[in-house]
Nanobody
């Protein structure tokens, strides 16, 4: 049974930091590129950051470059999103996604709420 379980969301003040985690199970983690996406109320879901299946390359949305960092731990089958210098416009539900490198399979997590407010 495939599962992507996000955690680490919450309420934080502007300028603060959060680290999101996404624990994967039920598939071969090393065969999947991983990414974080977010969806704010009334807006479409957008890509925030991505990392290749072996972690050699990363990419970021322009709006988070220099503030967010994506990483993965193959031993723990977990992908992380370190978010620094958070802004109110970062408020959204954050989703973890897995894309098969050798297949067309893709999986989504259930999302975790991040709220940036004073």
């Amino acid at each position: 049974q495939v599962q992507l379980v996000e955690s680490g969301g919450g309420l934080v003040q502007p300028g603060g930091s959060l680290r999101l985690s996404c624990a994967a199970s039920g598939f071969t983690f090393s065969s999947y590129a991983m990414s974080w996406h977010r969806q704010a109320p009334g807006k479409e879901r957008e890509l925030v950051a991505g990392i290749t299946n072996i972690g050699g390359n990363t990419n970021y949305a322009h709006s988070v470059k220099g503030r967010f960092a994506i990483s993965r731990d193959g031993a723990k089958n977990t992908v992380y999103l370190q978010m620094n210098s958070l802004k109110p416009e970062d408020t959204a539900v954050y989703f973890c996604k897995a894309n098969g490198v050798y297949s067309d399979y893709e999986y989504w997590g259930q999302g975790t709420q991040v709220t940036v407010s004073s």
